[in-house]
């Protein structure tokens, strides 16, 4: 796709590891390093302008407020927020889902020294279903978190029944959106959430380090984080007269940002993708994507490997994991990298992420390596 470089002329199946920059972004990029080289370039209005368009974009994105967007550098970092901001008592309880990613486990584990227990709910399928949440819930149960993809076998979960369990039980629903977003189009009126947090890097086709996270306004005004970031109490003033030592109490979320939110060299180019995105409009990419899914699958179908991931819409998203014996599987890995193909092997099976930049000339090439495995 002319969007996008021409990768050294291979096919980049492996979105769900790393998103490619499109043009757009490494022309933003290249400005960026432009100003940090010839630093007259950088105005003072900047520090507020940068992060203020990248909080509307990903806002547009969301369906959210920008007053509600928190800027960070990973998914982690919201998790990290909610995990040590949420004032917890002895007692209390976080349910998590067995084989989920590692990023939405560890902030919880390390509350176990302040008396806060973590109960893992092993789901008979890829993910865990609404009725085995609710099965799993007991009075002590506080928050729940899990991935909206699977990022091990690709299982998307019912994001409105899972949801609703939570809203109906008064549990926190925290989401990583991390391998769905950009894939998959979400708005956040459409559900009941506590918080979504999110990278920048994958789907949303950012540099790495990169990321936000949305807290809903009650939970995150409770929340016993205590930052006090002096470019943000500054936004709205001048750098010219900066000696005012005034506590700011009208921040919202911009008070719980990681500091530098102006981060040129990474938010500027994140902000020109995430731009290109809405540009291209995300129920479209969301329905392209699918598209390629759908002929990825049923090609996978004439060779020996086996597909993990669900085929049915409902339960699919943009990564299809397949596996075989491991020798098959370490051999198809090196095929496919001969051949031009990357793509990730995680957990002893082969994951493909194709995205919008993508086209079923890919798909093709990597079956046809499938296929030399097969001989």
């Known amino acids: 796709m002319s969007d996008f470089g021409l ?5 980049w199946l492996n979105a769900a590891h790393q998103g490619p920059l499109p043009n757009v972004a490494i022309e933003a990029a290249r400005k960026a390093i432009e100003q940090k080289a010839s630093p007259n370039l950088i105005s003072d209005d900047s520090f507020f ?56 486990v560890f902030p919880w584990l390390v509350l176990k020294a302040r008396g806060v227990s973590v109960r893992f709910i092993k789901p008979a399928s890829g993910v865990v279903t609404a009725e085995e949440l609710r099965g799993k819930m007991s009075p002590r149960t506080r928050l729940f978190c899990t991935s909206w993809v699977n990022s091990f076998n690709g299982h998307a979960i019912d994001l409105q029944a899972v949801s609703n ?62 930052h006090g970031y002096w470019l943000a109490m500054q936004e709205g003033g001048s750098l010219a007269h900066m ?11 911009r008070s719980f940002d990681i500091f530098c939110t102006a981060n040129f060299l990474n938010f500027m180019p994140w902000t020109a993708s995430i731009e290109h995105i809405l540009a291209k409009g995300t129920k479209r990419i969301e329905e392209y994507d699918d598209e390629l899914i759908s002929y990825l699958i049923a090609e996978l179908r004439r060779t020996n490997f086996q597909v993990v991931s669900p085929e049915d819409r409902a339960s ?52 046809d390596a499938l296929f030399k495995v097969q001989r």
């Open 316 to 367: 699919r998203s943009a990564i299809v994991v397949v596996t075989a014996h491991e020798r098959q599987v370490n051999r198809a890995a090196a095929v496919l990298a001969d051949s031009g193909v990357d793509i990730a092997v995680r957990e002893g099976n082969l994951r493909f992420s194709p995205h919008f930049y993508n086209s079923r000339w890919d798909i093709d090439r990597a079956i």
């Open 165 to 226: 369990v939570c809203r109906h039980t008064g549990v926190y629903f925290v989401l990583n959106a991390s391998q769905g977003l950009g894939a998959k189009c979400l708005n956040m009126t459409d559900f009941s959430m506590s918080a979504l947090t999110c990278c920048g890097y994958k789907w949303l086709c950012g540099p790495y380090g990169t990321g936000f996270c949305w807290i809903a306004p009650d939970l995150r005004e409770s929340l016993q984080v205590n």
């Open 49 to 104: 302008s940068v992060p203020h368009r990248l909080r509307e974009a990903l806002a547009n994105l969301i369906g959210a407020s920008p007053e509600d967007i928190i800027l960070g550098n990973s998914a982690t970092y919201g998790l990290d927020l909610l995990a040590n901001g949420i004032r917890w008592s002895a007692g209390d309880e976080v349910l998590l889902v067995d084989g989920d990613f590692p990023a939405d």
């Open 243 to 253: 000696r005012d030592y005034s506590l700011r109490s009208d921040l919202h979320a």
């Open 7 to 11: 990768f050294g002329g291979r096919s």
